[in-house]
């Protein structure tokens, strides 16, 4: 499907104040209930990286799930789950990074890709950036290459894209 002749942003729904007052809130929801812009925005975050040779799609989450394993299915990679502390069972490897209000950790088996193994980073939203810089630490420590990261919605205004530089980045829309 060609995502030029789909408007993604027409699928993403605003909520003000949601979930603290003065946060406008970007609803990926009607976006996943879509039968076409659904797998438009697939076609589209796979776009940039055929040909890079990507055997992983590395993906955070919970809504970074569900775009990683569908741009790996596409991709015909593997796909790998990073998640929040403790979710995973047996060795893993982990990065902590900060939050406006705290920290938290992200975990990943150390056994999930072979070192020097070529992976695309997925997830739905950059804002500041820490999650996805977190998320290619864990990469690195494995010994594995981040070839590319990708994401449906970009916030420009809070400069996520300089703490993750300086990888190939590719966004879907805006803001």
Not at 20 to 26: A, D, E, H, Q, S
Not at 59 to 81: C, M, N, Q
Not at 85 to 96: I, M, S, V, W
Not at 141 to 146: E, L, M, T
Request: some cysteine; glycine content about 10%; overall charge neutral.
């Amino acid at each position: 499907m060609a995502t030029e002749q789909l408007d993604l942003t027409k699928y993403i729904r605003d909520i003000p104040d949601w979930p603290k007052k003065g946060i406008l809130f970007r609803d990926i929801t009607p976006l996943l209930a879509d039968p076409k812009a659904f797998p438009a925005t697939v076609d589209a975050l796979c776009a940039p990286f055929f040909g890079f040779g990507v055997q992983y799609v590395a993906a955070v989450e919970a809504r970074g799930f569900i775009f990683g394993s569908a741009v790996a299915e596409r991709l015909g990679a593997g796909f790998i789950p990073v998640r929040k502390k403790g979710k995973l069972p047996g060795a893993t490897e982990c990065a902590t990074y900060e939050l406006e209000y705290g920290v938290d950790t992200l975990e990943m088996h150390r056994d999930a890709i072979p070192r020097g193994a070529k992976v695309l980073m997925v997830d739905d939203l950059l804002a500041t950036g820490g999650t996805m810089c977190a998320a290619c630490e864990l990469i690195r420590k494995v010994g594995a290459q981040v070839v590319g990261i990708v994401f449906v919605i970009e916030l420009t205004d809070l400069h996520g894209r300089t703490k993750l530089a300086p990888h190939r980045i590719h966004t879907l829309i805006s803001y």
